[in-house]
């Protein structure tokens, strides 16, 4: 098999993620583009590694060693993620990254209904 | 290398690189389902799609542990989680047409820069280079483990320590608030207690 076939899949499936990443409003919506970014680098990770243990003599399997690695961290990633959209969702009561601009610059005055007030301030740092 | 791909042109495929194809466009069309359409839940399940079809993807590239702890982890639980999130931030079942932000335009462009960098770069790259699938598959999980547990135990043991303090640490994000201390402020910025309940 060519390796330009997974490779340029991979940098496909990476840049549907950047897109998803950028474009997308719901919290968790954003976490899945993340997913198909990370699985477009595993998938890159395993073809090299099928490659250079056929080409080089000793390899260590690095790639697929690291695709293991990333594929157990994504999960502890996406665990952690959710928990952190869980607590903003019960503090803030939306999950939309566009309404949480509590620490963006050059808003002085908000328009912004219903985001940052003191109180929810207040009440994530409390929970 | 190039000898071998010399012999191998991008216009007579093997099976293999047929298979590898057409599963590859049906996962890069879920994907692309999956960052565009409306609907939350859809998503979630065409992710489901995209996810499997690069385990197959594993299978034809002979990396058979991969695809099956691909299986395992991504379709088995991360969807699955994904898909509890989703319910219990109260996603609306149906088309919601606040998906995508204003910077959709934006986004479009800069993936499309990238992508085409990128394809640009690596078919430019690796225009000749040949993968060699025939002989003994380089990713059954005799040689997986032997690798992973001769050259890579202190990284592996590592990352059970992770693995531990990301669940350690989910569990303290996921906890409610002492009761002891009820924030004044909790009550108006999050809705109404049941809702907070039906959160948790």
């Not at chain 2, 999956?34 to 979630?44: D, G, I, S, Y």
């Not at chain 2, 099956?68 to 999130?85: A, D, H, K, N, P």
Request: charged residues 15%.
């Amino acid at each position: 098999m060519h390796l330009a076939y997974p490779a340029v899949l991979s940098a496909l499936l990476f840049c549907t993620g950047l897109y998803g990443v950028l474009a997308r409003r719901n919290a968790i919506l954003v976490l899945m583009s993340v997913e198909l970014m990370l699985n477009a680098v595993n998938l890159n990770l395993v073809a090299f590694d099928v490659w250079l243990s056929r080409a080089a003599q000793e390899t260590l399997h690095s790639g697929q060693a690291l695709t293991l690695f990333t594929i157990a961290i994504a999960a502890a990633e996406i665990g952690i993620g959710l928990a952190i959209v869980l607590a903003v969702y019960r503090n803030r009561g939306t999950s939309d990254i566009d309404r949480l601009r509590d620490t963006a610059e050059g808003h002085g005055d908000d328009t912004d209904p219903g985001t940052d007030t003191p109180a929810a301030e207040k009440a994530e740092a409390t929970a | 290398m190039s000898l071998a791909a010399a012999q191998h042109g991008f216009l007579s495929p093997t099976g293999v690189e047929i298979a590898f194809l057409l599963v590859g466009l049906v996962t890069l069309g879920a994907a692309l389902v999956t960052v565009t359409t409306r609907q939350l839940v859809h998503a979630a399940l065409w992710l489901v799609v995209a996810l499997g079809g690069l385990a197959v993807e594993y299978l034809l590239l002979t990396a058979e542990f991969i695809a099956w702890v691909q299986v395992l982890i991504y379709v088995g639980s991360v969807v699955v989680l994904l898909l509890f999130g989703l319910m219990l931030t109260r996603a609306p079942i149906g088309r919601s047409p606040d998906a995508d932000s204003g910077n959709r335009w934006a986004a479009l462009t800069v993936a499309v820069a990238a992508a085409a960098a990128l394809v640009w770069v690596v078919v430019d790259a690796f225009r000749s280079t040949w993968i060699d699938l025939d002989g003994p598959a380089a990713g059954t999980t005799r040689v997986t483990g032997q690798s992973l547990f001769q050259n890579w135990v202190l990284p592996f043991e590592a990352l059970s320590v992770l693995l531990l303090a990301a669940l350690v640490g989910a569990i303290v994000l996921s906890r409610k608030a002492a009761a002891a201390d009820p924030p004044p402020g909790a009550a108006p910025a999050a809705g109404t207690p049941g809702e907070k309940e039906g959160a948790r």
